[in-house]
Structures are given as C-alpha cells and as structure tokens.
C-alpha cells in the first residue's frame, strides 16, 4: 500500500543525502495573524528551516523545535506528525528552491483564484480529497463521491496527509486527473510530479 507522506519523506531524504541538512534545525509553531488558502480549514503550522518558513494548515498544529531526520524511517502515523511531516517537506523544498510556494495568497486575490480554478474544473466530475467547502459549495452539481467517478482529485492539505490519499493517486492512473491546492501541497506535489493549484501563493 502506498502512503503518500511516507514516499515523500523518503523522496527527501534521498535528496538531502550526504548534505548534512538533514541535522539541521526546523522549527514549529503557529500563526495566528494569517490569511488561510480558501480551500483549507485549521490553524497554520510554521515551519522554518535554514532562513526559509512555509505554512501547512491543520487541525492538529505542533510546536517544537525539531531535526528533518525525525521523519526518516519514522511510522508517521498521526495526524498530528504527518502534518509536520508535511510542513517540514513544503519548507526544505522551498529551502532548495523546487517549491516556490509558501504561504497562502492575500485575501484580495480570492475571487480571481476561484474563478480561474472554474474555469480549470470546467464542469469536470470532481473528487475531494479534504475537506473543502468552498469548493463543494460552488460546485455541488459535478461533486462525486468516489474517486474512480471523478475526472479530477482534488487534493488539499487536510487530504494529502490522510491515510489512503497515497492509494487514490495510484489507482488515478494518469497523475494529470490529480491536482493539488494550495500552499500546503506545494512541497508533497513538487516531490512526487503532481499537478499543483496556486496561482496567486506566495514565496
């Protein structure tokens, strides 16, 4: 069975081999004072690595002071530390320059966002993975409930670190039906070639 986190951090760790950051500092906390990505729910998670920080929205936010290699050959099996997992991976991307998407855009730029991603979805059948009521409000007549009826996965934060997500992108077959929205993908997407929703995130 594939999990997604976990192929992620190992994909990361392949990168980071003999590099020496791995032992390198990353730390956790939480925001309060910011602008959530509209497709995604929670509190933001900080993490900040080597002069870099990016945001991953959760539920189940960490403080801690912590090393990348925590997460190598590690179970990360709960919501709370995949989540860090992924903060930490959207942050040494960011680090090493594959991501470039780090935070969520201003408020401002919320319309036009959902506007272009209607006129992305243009009334294709679409699964969420995570929940996301701005999307299944605006688009509640093309929402399926299985993913094999959807001709697109949507896929934010909440969902990229749910167990299973890792098995619904195998079984997608063509990672073109998988798109992943914003900035707490970004490093998750980037590792692992999917197709990434941000237009107007930030660095």
Known sequence: MMDLIIETVNKLETLMKDSGCEDSRVVLDVRSDTVNCQFERGACMTAVFGGRNADFITYDPIRATTKISFMFGTPLDTPPVRGAAAAIVNVTTGFF????????????????CHRQLAHELGGKRIFCRGSMPAVEAAFRSTIVTHPQDADVILINGEGIIEPGTGEIIRNAGETDRILCLGPSTAGVARLNQ????CPFGTC
């Open 97 to 112: 320059c594959l991501s470039r998407i780090l935070h969520s855009c201003p408020e401002s730029s919320h319309k036009e």
């Open 194 to 197: 999917l197709l990434h929703w």
